[in-house]
């Protein structure tokens, strides 16, 4: 087996990213949890032989090298994932302390331990996320039906996580019950475009508009319309910033700008006579003495001296 993807983690992990991986396995899998579960059992072993290798460093030097476990003698040998072994108690006492029972190797089944943490993705609209709102999220703990209400914070973006507390799988022998997480995803929006507490978003402009200027209402994400002014000859591509129009952080005060892209759409389904005039105003541009064409020129230009 991969033991990094046993684990859950990226090859290369270092030491406290290894303990903290296998701990949060071993809260899971733990005999003293699950029982009888076989299934609990294999996952157990499985992430306790991963560690093993993993958090020894010439184990995970020779593993990360040349992709074995065969280490033979010379690195200890034996058995690996077994639970009783006097390696595995000296582990789950430096990685737990006495949240399993104290000394390591006299464990009290009868102790209390707290629960397990739960983590519940929820999808959020950009609108939710910026303004920030109240929602009730339905779940399941060892096949009872569980619902809770949040408030969800003005500013939430991707991948934030949302601590409730004692919401998650409830103590062994009367221990307290662990957390629950929001984990916070944002659904794709029509117009804006999320980075940070910035928005961007596409303006279409015809070509009359970008060629002799106009004012263009541009939407913002309170609903609200913003007026800006689009000078003569604005190219596409071009970036109009409107300040504070964008998300507040929901870690500061700070707000962020909307970004507006222009993007210069060309007509569509013109008739005969739209083809004709418009032959004919694209012959007087090209018999004209002044240039209309700024990139276009530009690019012959480069097109001559790359030739000569």
């Given at each position: 087996?991969?033991?990094?993807?046993?684990?859950?983690?990226?090859?290369?992990?270092?030491?406290?990213?290894?303990?903290?991986?296998?701990?949060?396995?071993?809260?899971?899998?733990?005999?003293?949890?699950?029982?009888?579960?076989?299934?609990?059992?294999?996952?157990?072993?499985?992430?306790?032989?991963?560690?093993?290798?993993?958090?020894?460093?010439?184990?995970?030097?020779?593993?990360?090298?040349?992709?074995?476990?065969?280490?033979?003698?010379?690195?200890g040998?034996?058995?690996?994932?077994?639970?009783?072994?006097?390696?595995?108690?000296?582990?789950?006492?430096?990685?737990?302390?006495?949240?399993?029972?104290?000394?390591?190797?006299?464990?009290?089944?009868?102790?209390p331990?707290?629960?397990?943490?739960?983590?519940?993705?929820?999808?959020?609209?950009?609108?939710?996320?910026?303004?920030?709102?109240?929602?009730?999220?339905?779940?399941?703990?060892?096949?009872?039906?569980k619902?809770?209400?949040?408030?969800?914070?003005?500013?939430?973006?991707?991948?934030?996580?949302?601590?409730?507390?004692?919401?998650?799988?409830?103590g062994?022998?009367?221990?307290?019950?662990?957390?629950?997480?929001?984990?916070?995803?944002?659904?794709?929006?029509?117009?804006?475009?999320?980075?940070?507490?910035?928005?961007?978003?596409?303006?279409?402009?015809?070509?009359?508009?970008?060629?002799?200027?106009?004012?263009?209402?541009?939407?913002?994400?309170?609903?609200?319309?913003?007026?800006?002014?689009?000078?003569?000859?604005?190219?596409?591509?071009?970036?109009?910033?409107?300040?504070?129009?964008?998300?507040?952080?929901?870690?500061?005060?700070?707000?962020?700008?909307l970004?507006?892209?222009?993007?210069?759409?060309?007509?569509?389904?013109l008739?005969?006579?739209?083809?004709?005039?418009?032959?004919?105003?694209?012959?007087?541009?090209?018999?004209?003495k002044?240039?209309?064409?700024?990139?276009?020129?530009?690019?012959?230009?480069?097109?001559?001296?790359?030739?000569?």
């Open positions: 087996m991969d033991y990094y993807e046993t684990l859950g983690l990226s090859k290369g992990a270092s030491d406290t990213e290894v303990k903290k991986a296998f701990k949060k396995k071993a809260m899971k899998y733990h005999p003293d949890r699950t029982g009888d579960d076989k299934s609990a059992k294999a996952k157990f072993k499985e992430a306790k032989e991963a560690y093993d290798v993993l958090s020894d460093p010439q184990k995970k030097s020779m593993y990360d090298q040349y992709g074995t476990t065969d280490f033979g003698g010379g690195f040998g034996g058995s690996q994932g077994g639970f009783n072994s006097s390696g595995f108690e000296d582990v789950f006492e430096d990685l737990f302390g006495d949240i399993f029972g104290g000394g390591g190797r006299a464990r009290n089944p009868n102790r331990y707290k629960g397990a943490d739960l983590e519940y993705h929820l999808q959020l609209t950009l609108e939710e996320a910026a303004f920030g709102i109240e929602k009730v999220v339905k779940f399941r703990i060892k096949n009872d039906n619902e809770v209400s949040i408030s969800i914070p003005a500013g939430v973006d991707n991948g934030d996580r949302i601590r409730l507390s004692g919401k998650g799988e409830p062994i022998n009367q221990g307290p019950p662990g957390d629950l997480f929001i984990r916070v995803s944002l659904l794709k929006h029509s117009i804006f475009k999320r980075d940070g507490t910035n928005l961007y978003c596409e303006v279409p402009l015809s070509f009359a508009e970008a060629a002799l200027g106009s004012d263009v209402e541009i939407p913002t994400l309170n609903s609200n319309k913003v007026s800006i002014e689009i000078p003569p000859g604005t190219q596409t591509g071009k970036y109009f910033r409107l300040k504070g129009k964008g998300v507040k952080s929901a870690r500061g005060g700070t707000i962020g700008d970004m507006c892209s222009v993007q210069i759409e060309t007509p569509v389904n008739s005969t006579e739209q083809k004709d005039i418009l032959m004919q105003f694209d012959d007087k541009l090209k018999k004209s002044k240039k209309h064409s700024p990139k276009s020129e530009s690019w012959i230009d480069g097109l001559k001296k790359f030739f000569k």
